[in-house]
């Protein structure tokens, strides 16, 4: 097991145990901004180095898979788990959308086994972040008499959320000040966030093994939901990775992202969104069990899945 | 012989994610101010340990009239109760400056 | 015209390293929920200004009926006056929902 | 039957860069212990949202005699009322061991 | 634009759009506890390198310049712009103290262009915080039965004040430890500067913003003020440094500190000796105005006006 | 004096003289995190190179260590300074469990030193934090109808503290990742190290200037008590560690552990498992004069001591 995933299982562990372990509140808050920051700044200047109009075709495709997941997650989720419209389109958002964290493991992944992909993915988490979570509002709110949607505050919190700020922001100031004008920050950003990474994931071990209690009430159905839908949207991903062209790194790093859901930026606009929907259900689907599945199974499954499709 | 009079201190314990909305609620139901400090705690929703992002609490304190406090007491109780972990109360307080919370 | 019901509001202010039991030790007692806050501050047992594990403080708010509210404040006198920095009190206050705190 | 005394509660809320300083004035007005938390908040000085330095604020809390109350509230009053961002009120509560509290 | 003033953009920017990113406070305490002694540490090693006897007579005019700013900015202040006498004195005394960050952007241009400086600099920063802020006091408190100065708390307030201990402690430990005693601690406190330093502007940026509505109600004279005061300090500090013998590089460091406001140390001592003061006003020129002015525009000028000056 | 006990110079000066110098208190907490894990990190690490066998004899040797100092402090405190059961258990306690940062100084002593130890030293760190405490406790309520020690607590408390999941958690990992797995985790871990220290040590002098005035209350005796102990128990750690073939360094660092007090561990399970001791007498014990007089001056004595015994 790789040393960052034995942090989480530290944290859950620690947690399971009854440890009066803690992460200050505020070292949270601030690793989760390293985290976004950097991950913008690192794909902002690789993006630098690209040429607009190659991007773009594919970047339409992706935005085009973040729409597509929540669609098929939750016609699953209310018409099979038979979940009310609200929790349904709740819970469909947040898979629409992604973990940066989950991405940030899934490239760690790829360093150790040194296999390439593009280095401007980032900038595909950055247009998946949010068409996912704008879908499952529209989900919540429309047919039937359930309230209109509220746009305006709704495209507030989606596009000046924290985590949109700083993954867009990142992305641009890296993408303006480029490798030269980011060398001097490369100790502070580069250096240090496989390290902040295992801190952030020694917190959420603890998070999730405090939510874990929360599996009893949610029953059986969302569990294996939690465990099936990150499957297929990894297919989904790997399709449409291979379809726009990308490396096999590249592809699964797109299905990583597909597959991963939303914990930060997803129940902060969901909360005020979509009220109605009970926040415990989504949180323990994306955190307790889509999340460490993803970084302890997942991401090993989905590199055999993108070996099968994509073909090289 | 106190120098304090009469004022109304409404006191909601709630959801991190509502401390916006909250703010600009009591403002414009006639408040003059208000005080924010961060929390934890427990509740009919659970334990709210404030670890992180979704389980956070704020505990808000509006001193205001009597008649603002039914005022603002009233709209989260029709707004907020039903879908948020909330709680608020009431307490009889002596000001100083009554002029700063009245009307 | 007010809103509110009659209710206790307990306040305990005290070590860090009672946070744990006490909220064990509340919800057997009776209450159905608390809040805590951090705090630092000074009393009979000195400066506890809050910069490292051994001088921090909490306290904690727990909104119960009338009975509730003294067998708290019993316990915590019985179990963790005499060894303990700890101040306790209650005060009355009115609130929304009063099932939520009762019983 | 409740086992609490009356007591006054003096609540101070206001900006940080005074916590030193009203520290030592409510001890030597004969507080003998008092409780700070930090907080946010807004009133008639603006919004002092607590990001930084020059816009933290606190929230001291008292257990005192009336006398003392009184004491505290009126020098408060005349020292920094004008020049700084306070708001002060009072409120009757229960203490247990109120001779921790008296004189 | 550097990359560091990017981040100052990103936050201010964010902040207008009413973006809910927020630094926690403590990151923001724990930052500039960081950057303090790293700049004291740093000018402290330089300084072990050099002999005394050099110094104290480049740091007298220096402490000179500290004095004759804020007694140039009062009458400015008081007689043109009709401010009273305490806010008059309470912002000429921000204005003859220091911003440690404006400092640590100035050191980042040169560095950036290769550009030499006098490496004990950071000594003038810890001598110039000081001065200024006890001017403006006593400009306040003189001149008028508008109270005496109590000096005791003051004096205790100037020189143990938290960025005062820092800055100084800083240089004196890096000055007992000399460049071997701090090798092992380079990581940490030169090689995440720049990192940190970028955090920091960000969150500079948030609260600048947030206080920009002041603009309106502190007037046309006093925004004058804040672009015309630092240029015309800069032009003093020119002048002193090319007269103490200074490279181009160093005088353009005295000029930028010459320039810059204070908005940690003097807010701090101004609230508790000047009471009668608003703060809002010193804040709003030095923060809002006179910071994102120097970093932006303001160094590349004075480069040009040291050009002129110094001729070198 | 090394620059790292500089820091703790500084704090203490700072507060001594009443400056409004502190740091945030998640700051503190955060930092002790780190410290913990990275310890824990690198001890795992370079077990990872060990066979078992080699170090189990040891391992039992050093626990014992850990096991007698309490054993050995307790009359000396209760018959000879007369303190009560509880008290005198509970400082016992202390002194018997050991101090996470003064053996970080001890590394940094041998470091500047180019002095080498066994590089899984870490290991008896962890082995030494328990047993003392355990010890304590037994002593405070055995002999005497003085209660019965409620285990299940206590035991939770000292094997799931927060302090013993960080540096046993931080092993296991080092131990499972080995020195390749955590190659990507070097600047921040290892690189950062002896920064943070400096951080917190720059705490642990305010912390410890402020509990000073508690001097005063708890006697001479207290004080004397607070430099002989760690003497007297380096000179066991020196016995038992040239006993179990340990190089000088090894040994001077086991010396080490011996003569420091536990401050964050044994505090927080002594308040708990024996409340009617009075923590202000342990504290001022441990951290006001013990964690000093050891980084000033014990360290170097140690070492001294060392060269006497070992003979190497
Ligand atoms: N009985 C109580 N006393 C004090 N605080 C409470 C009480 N019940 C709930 N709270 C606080 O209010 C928050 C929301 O309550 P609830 O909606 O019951 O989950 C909890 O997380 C607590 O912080
Ligand atoms: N008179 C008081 N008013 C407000 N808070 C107090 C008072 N006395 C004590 N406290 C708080 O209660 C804690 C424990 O009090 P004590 O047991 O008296 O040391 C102190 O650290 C303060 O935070
Ligand atoms: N009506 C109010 N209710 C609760 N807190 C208030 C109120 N007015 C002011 N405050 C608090 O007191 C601080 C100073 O108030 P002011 O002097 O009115 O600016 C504010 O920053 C708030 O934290
Ligand atoms: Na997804
Ligand atoms: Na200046
Ligand atoms: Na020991």
Known sequence: ?312 | MPNTHPCKLVVLITEKALEEKLADDVMHLGAHGYTVADVRGRGSHGNRAGTWDADRSIRMEVLCDANTAVTITTHVEARYFRHYAMVAFVADVGVLRPEKFAG
Chains 1, 5, 6 share one sequence.
């Open chain 1, 1 to 312: 097991m790789d040393a960052i995933a034995l942090f989480f299982v530290l944290g859950f562990a620690a947690r399971l145990a009854r440890s009066d372990l803690k992460l200050p509140a505020q070292l949270y808050e601030a690793l989760s901004i390293y985290l976004l920051l950097a991950i913008g700044l690192k794909g902002g200047m690789e993006l630098a180095k690209q040429s607009p109009m190659d991007v773009l075709p594919q970047a339409v495709a992706v935005i085009a898979l973040g729409i597509v997941i929540p669609l098929v997650a939750f016609p699953i989720l209310h018409k099979l788990g038979r979940l009310d419209r609200f929790n349904a389109a709740s819970i469909a958002g947040h898979y629409g959308s992604v973990s940066v964290v989950t991405f940030a493991v899934g490239i760690d992944y790829l360093s150790a086994r040194q296999l390439a992909y593009e280095p401007y993915l980032p900038l595909f988490l950055v247009l998946l972040e949010m068409p996912g979570i704008a879908v499952g509002v529209l989900l919540a709110r429309l047919g039937g008499n359930t309230g209109s949607v509220r746009w305006g505050p709704l495209l507030h919190e989606i596009f000046l959320g924290k985590s949109m700020v700083l993954l867009a922001g990142g992305l641009l100031i890296g993408w303006a000040a480029g490798p030269k004008g980011l060398a001097p920050l490369e100790p502070f950003f580069f250096g240090l966030f496989k390290g902040a990474l295992c801190l952030f994931l020694l917190e959420m071990g603890l998070v999730a093994a405090a939510q874990a209690g929360a599996l009893r009430t949610s029953g059986a159905f969302l569990a294996g939901f939690a465990i099936v839908m990150p499957i297929l949207s990894a297919v989904f991903g790997t399709v449409v990775g291979t379809a726009i062209g990308l490396s096999a790194g590249g592809t699964l790093l797109l299905a990583t992202l597909a597959a991963s859901a939303s914990y930060i930026a997803a129940p902060a606009a969901m909360r005020i969104a979509v009220p109605e929907a009970n926040p415990g259900l989504s949180i323990t689907a994306a955190l307790v069990i889509t999340f460490p599945f993803n970084i302890l199974v997942g991401i090993p499954l989905y590199h055999y899945i993108v070996g099968l499709i994509h073909g090289s």
